[in-house]
């Protein structure tokens, strides 16, 4: 048989004499609890037992409770929910409840509830069925029986007080703790209320002499009440001015703190400014440093030599892959060779501005492959540095125009190299020049053989490779 304590649901066990009570005795236990008072008066609403959590009922009853009438109210007029089940129940169980059958032994139609028995069922049932449920409730256990008695016994308890059963050993405990605390201090407030009725009634009796109070009382309290007031105006004039010297403390304060603020603010952007300085000051550092190292790359740069490549392909002298010079069994194209004097002609005007020097008897006129070189004299004579190859009796008169500039490259070429010798004693012409010829070879086109002509074109070439490399030292600008 299992029955849970009302407030902590663990199981309870229940006392032998319980479970072993026959009909009698629990006819006995009814009729003592229904003779019970009707109504306490002891309010138990302001317990609780905190280790214990409430069930639903305790919680039931406690609104019951909040909402019951005051013990001023007349019972006629209004009844509680806590008498309305206990009538409820007493009515349910009048069959039973009768002192004088204590130790009668009862028949099951006098043990079970009207709505049971087989009157009952007679209004509406057949009277087989009406048998049918007679034999049924007399073939009910006998535990079943008694978890009935039990739960009347419970419940009838329950409308009685405030507090569910069955309840568990420790609840109890826990429950009787608490009440003998509150025991406790209504002892006291009784004792207080008695204390305080006993010298009412000696006050009342005359026992206790009533104080005197004289005019000089009054006036030294009224004297009293004069320096309290002034004291409190006093203190109210220095609340006052205290209360200014707070709110213009507070108007400082905040103009304070909109200072910092604004400190703050400019502070930041101060900060930023400097961060972007600084950011800026690192790119210009690097910018710097790499344009360092650009401009020594660049001072390491042979710019003439890059631009103005001299070699040598076999008795041909060549510049920028253009041959200078023509050979019975190899005749270069005369396009080819004009564009070879024209940038023969360039590297030495570029040679001689870098030197800032300048020609005494000629003025160089680089034009590619229509160069010329013209005489610095009264009529200013120009002569072409390119060869047309063309029969007619104009054209073989400007081939001579072509030697004759060939001859003044030479002349100017010669002018240069005194210019770098005078600077430099050092350093020697590879091949001297002499009017039109260079190391005995003549230059001149006209009345010379192409293998002689083109030996003296390539030596012209190593001449002028030599005024170039003087003018790519630096040491020597």
Not at 218 to 232: D, F, Q, Y
Request: charged content about 25%; proline content about 4%.
């Amino acid at each position: 048989m299992a029955i849970n304590c009302e407030r902590c649901k663990k199981p309870v066990k229940l006392h032998q004499s319980l479970l072993n009570m026959n009909q009698s005795n629990y006819d006995l236990v009814l009729s003592t609890l229904s003779t019970l008072p009707e109504e306490s008066t002891f309010d138990f609403s302001s317990f609780q037992v905190d280790p214990i959590a409430p069930s639903t009922s305790d919680s039931t009853k406690q609104n019951s409770r909040a909402q019951s009438p005051t013990p001023s109210t007349s019972t006629s007029e209004q009844e509680t929910p806590k008498l309305n089940r206990r009538k409820s129940l007493l009515q349910s169980q009048s069959k039973f409840l009768n002192p004088a059958d204590s130790f009668v032994f009862l028949s099951n139609s006098q043990i079970l509830p009207n709505s049971l028995t087989t009157s009952a069922f007679a209004p509406s049932y057949p009277s087989a069925l009406a048998k049918m449920a007679q034999e049924s409730s007399k073939t009910n256990n006998n535990m079943s029986d008694r978890l009935k008695n039990l739960s009347r016994i419970f419940d009838l308890l329950n409308s009685e007080q405030q507090f569910d059963q069955p309840m568990c050993q420790d609840c109890t405990e826990l429950l009787l703790e608490v009440l003998h605390k509150k025991l406790a201090g209504f002892s006291t407030e009784r004792d207080v209320y008695q204390a305080y009725v006993k010298q009412i009634d000696q006050e009342v009796n005359g026992q206790t002499k009533p104080s005197k109070v004289t005019t000089k009382d009054i006036e030294k309290l009224e004297a009293e009440k004069e320096a309290v007031l002034v004291t409190l105006n006093e203190f109210e004039a220095q609340l006052k001015q205290l209360e200014e010297e707070r709110e213009e403390l507070e108007r400082e304060s905040a103009e304070l703190d909109q200072l910092e603020e604004e400190y703050w603010r400019e502070y930041n952007e101060y900060e930023l400014q400097c961060q972007a300085f600084e950011d800026e000051k690192e790119s210009a550092n690097r910018s710097y440093e790499a344009s360092l190292q650009e401009l020594e790359l660049l001072h390491r740069t042979n710019v003439f030599n890059d631009t103005f490549h001299i070699s040598y392909d076999g008795p041909f002298g060549m510049i920028n892959g253009l041959r200078l010079g023509r050979l019975p069994s190899q005749q270069t194209d005369w396009a080819e060779i004009n564009a070879a004097w024209g940038q023969t002609l360039l590297v030495l005007f570029l040679v001689a501005n870098k030197l800032d020097f300048n020609f005494h008897t000629y003025k160089l006129i680089p034009r590619g492959s229509y160069s010329k070189i013209e005489k610095i004299d009264d009529d200013n004579t120009a002569y072409e540095l390119y060869y047309t190859p063309d029969l007619s009796f104009g054209k073989l008169f400007m081939n001579r125009r072509f030697d004759h500039a060939m001859v003044a490259y030479l002349d100017c070429l010669q002018q240069l190299a005194d210019h770098i010798e005078g600077r430099d004693p050092n350093i020697k012409l590879p091949y001297r020049v002499n009017k039109d010829k260079i190391a005995g070879l003549s230059v001149r086109l006209q009345f010379n053989s192409e293998e002689t002509w083109t030996k003296a074109l390539r030596l012209t070439l190593i001449d002028t490779k030599w005024a170039l490399a003087f003018a790519s030292d630096d040491k020597r600008k």
